[in-house]
């Protein structure tokens, strides 16, 4: 029997579900550093035709992660997932999403319009990970923390829908090789955004 390898707050031993990724660099990062991606799941948003358009190097690390093991669906949306018929009768001891976004509406971030719209995309998926959360597992959800990020109120909408705060802890692309973030929509979608102070969010649900 193998033994357990670890990354950070992640586990070969978790059942790991990864919801909205780019190019799917965070997924490889996590599978080549457990040494297996056979309990990983790593799902995105767009087709894989789609996929393919916007970034270069998203089939590299697609047919990378299907070679060690890891399920890759695509057109999965984060507010019906736990409805997906590949998803719907799996429960996962991490259920992770980095840097959710509603998209680019050509107005700033801080209108509180655009506010909405990203926490109505928050509150979806995580009313769908709630379902499929396994007895101890949890949610993570990575954001900035800077305004006017921080008007999203993420705990707030963990609370409601059941959901704890177990912990908060910074976040840095450093512990996560070859992890490139992507803004994912116009004409730098393959580009990446500046994180700045960023942190992780752990959810359990509570008792």
Known sequence: MEAEKRIKRYSSSHKILLVG?????????????????VNMVATSLDS???LNKKYNEAM???SRLEDIGCTVIHEVDCCTMSQHPK???NLFDRIVFNF???GFFFTSESTPYVIDLHK?????FLRNAVEMLT???EVHITHKTTHPFNMWEIEKLANEVGLGLLDEVPFFYRDYPGYKNKRGEGQRCDQSFP??????????IMN
């Open 60 to 62: 590299a690390n697609v």
């Open 135 to 137: 007895e101890n597992g």
């Open 195 to 204: 994180i700045g102070k960023s942190s992780t969010y752990k959810f359990k």
């Open 100 to 102: 959710p976004h509603a």
């Open 21 to 37: 990724e780019g190019d799917f660099s965070f997924a490889a990062s996590l599978a080549r550093s457990l040494g297996s991606g």
């Open 120 to 124: 109505n995309v928050v509150e979806g």
């Open 87 to 89: 998803l719907m009768s």
């Open 48 to 50: 894989k035709v789609m």
